[in-house]
């Protein structure tokens, strides 16, 4: 069956440290996957895309990796702070790019 | 402001009151798709609509309905609404079923039936 994982439910991270957080997939071929981050009881926003045919994508502080062999992206912000608390998604492309579907979601607590 | 609208933001309703939560973007978007959101079940897809008069069942579609009669509103409707369907809402919408600019997401509706 189809089954997207992220790596933990919660990571808690010193400040200033680097938070990496991974999402796996199973029966799913993507041609895309994006993170998003929701804070509690809002919507979530839309911060990266990255293609099957990229194997890195940076914005700022974050950075997205896409290993379409080992069916998994990781995502990282480096220098972390207190205000990158939230809960991050992935989301990937069901059916040659018609849909997507999200992860659990990982909680993310950047402590000072 | 580019943005996608919910209403209403909170409803609270009895079993088998029929209710519709309204959903429109002003950005000109051929995707929209609803969402329910519960804990530890994260975000599962209910409906979405690639355009006009095309609409899909997502993973959870039993007891909702959604229509796509113009391309800025993609309204859910409860015809029957149960204590299960008690839940956050979020309606999205983006300008390719590709997403290549990311999902626009509502601020969420959450819904309580008794």
């Known amino acids: 069956s189809q089954k997207i994982e992220q790596n933990s439910e919660a990571l808690n991270i010193q400040e200033g440290k680097t938070a990496t957080l991974t999402c796996n997939y199973t029966n799913y071929s993507p041609a895309y996957l994006q993170w998003y981050r929701q804070d509690p009881g809002r919507g979530p926003v839309f911060l990266l895309l990255i293609r099957e045919n990229e194997k890195e994508k940076r914005k700022e502080r974050l950075k997205v990796t896409f290993d379409t062999t080992l069916k998994q992206s990781l995502f990282h912000i480096t220098a972390s702070q207190p205000a990158d608390s939230a809960t991050y998604l992935c989301?990937?492309?069901?059916?040659?790019?018609?849909?997507?579907?999200f992860g659990p979601g990982t909680r993310l607590s950047v402590l000072p | 402001e580019a943005q996608v609208t919910q209403n209403p933001r909170y409803l609270i309703t009895v079993t088998g009151k029929k209710l519709t939560v309204t959903c429109s973007q002003n950005m000109n978007h051929e995707y929209m798709s609803w969402y329910r959101q519960d804990p530890g079940l994260g975000l599962r897809q209910i409906y979405y609509?690639?355009?006009?008069?095309?609409?899909d069942k997502g993973d959870v579609p039993e007891g909702y309905k959604v229509s796509r009669k113009e391309k800025r509103n993609f309204p859910l409707i409860l015809e029957s609404p149960s204590p299960n369907q008690t839940s956050l809402y979020f309606c999205?919408?983006?300008?390719?079923?590709?997403?290549?600019?990311?999902?626009?997401f509502g601020s969420g509706t959450r819904l309580t039936v008794v």
């Open positions: 609509s690639m355009n006009v008069e095309v609409t």
């Open positions: 999205a919408s983006s300008l390719s079923s590709q997403g290549a600019g990311g999902y626009t």
């Open positions: 989301a990937l492309d069901d059916n040659y790019g018609q849909n997507f579907v």
